[in-house]
C-alpha cells in the first residue's frame, strides 16, 4: 500500500472521523438517506451545536457532504470518502493475511 506524505493527513481525519459511536451513527443515517441538522440532533442525547461539530468532522474527512436546501441544510453520505475508507481496510486486511500465510508456511515448513 503507497499513501503519499500529502494524502496521509486525509487519511488520519477518515479514521479518526469513524473513531467516535456518534459520527459512525451519523454517517449510517445519512448513507440511508439525507437528513436535515435538525433532524440528526434529534437522534442524539446532545445539542444541535454538539451535532454540527461531529458533521463538521465528517465533512472535513470527505465521508459527508452538505447541501442547502431552501432554508434546510441537509447532510448527505459522500460515495467517494466511504469507498476510501473501504479500500483502506481492503488493502488493511490483504496484509494481514499475507502475514498468516507466510506464519502457516513457517510453522509447516518446521513441521516437516
Do not use: C
Amino acid at each position: 500500500m503507497v499513501i503519499d506524505q500529502s494524502s496521509e493527513a486525509a487519511v488520519d481525519r477518515l479514521f479518526q472521523a469513524l473513531s467516535d459511536a456518534t459520527r459512525r451513527d451519523i454517517v449510517r443515517r445519512v448513507a440511508e438517506e439525507p437528513l436535515s441538522l435538525t433532524a440528526l440532533a434529534a437522534f442524539h442525547a446532545m445539542s444541535f451545536t454538539a451535532v454540527h461539530k461531529h458533521v463538521a468532522v465528517l465533512e472535513r474527512a470527505s465521508l459527508i457532504t452538505k447541501e442547502k436546501r431552501g432554508r434546510e441544510q441537509l447532510v448527505l453520505a459522500n460515495p467517494q470518502g466511504l469507498a476510501l475508507a473501504r479500500r483502506l481496510l481492503d488493502e488493511y486486511e490483504e496484509i494481514w493475511r499475507q502475514r498468516a500465510i507466510q506464519i502457516d508456511f513457517i510453522l509447516t515448513k518446521d513441521e516437516e
